[in-house]
């Protein structure tokens, strides 16, 4: 398959799902997880930060570990691939479905999941925290006003609403990522590595539905053996170069 023939594809297709990684949000600026660990945090493992064990241990410094990050992606602006995402969801409707791998909600901002189709963050969000007893989600304040540990509406205290290691993704956003992904006549896989499973398998779930599967990434990646067609450049350019 050649550009213009994904182009064509992508055009005429009317269910589209799409898995977006790190390096759509490297252009607004985000760093990824290990590259966000410098300075200060550059003596710790990611599994010191990120996992329920790490918490269990020492809430304090997790919660400062995020709060930052949560700084981070507030200052951040949505950049072209999220406003293309966005496009193309208005275009396809209630048969596009967009999964990220992100947590910086910079896909929403950019209006993703308000065109009709459905946005799906696999690994949770940065901007929202979790209460411990009941599991509410609940946005958190400004920044500058954040106290950590913090507490939810019902007085309890409340973890980042992110997925850890060690941790299952959220059931319902699995399933309805597969589902989607299994009915696609197109999918796009966008500034992933394809390491990390099972949000890495969709692809194979287009596949294996007969669909085409459309990779943008600067770099080869372990799904680029098995993919229709990629696209090596950035994520905005790849886009604007498909759309």
Known sequence: MDLASARAALAAASRVAVLTGAGVSAESGIPTFRD?????WARFRPEDLASPAAYERDPEL??????????????????GAHRLLAELERQKGAGFFLATQNVDGLHGRAGSGQGGGQLV????????ARDEHTGEVVP??????LVTPPTSPRGHRMRPNVVWF?????EEALNAA?????????????????????AAGLAFETLEGGGTVIEINPDATELTPYMSFSLRDVASRGLAALL
Request: hydrophobic residues 45%.
């Open 166 to 170: 060690g941790e299952y993704l959220p």
């Open 36 to 40: 966000a660990q410098s300075g200060h």
């Open 121 to 128: 963050e696999l690994h949770g969000n940065l901007v929202s």
């Open 140 to 145: 958190l304040p400004d920044p500058d006003t």
């Open 178 to 198: 597969q589902a989607a992904f299994a009915a696609a006549e197109v999918a796009l896989i966008i500034g992933t590595s394809g390491v990390v499973y099972p």
């Open 62 to 79: 997790v919660w400062d570990w995020y709060a930052g990050r949560y700084r981070d992606v507030l200052a951040a602006q949505p950049n």
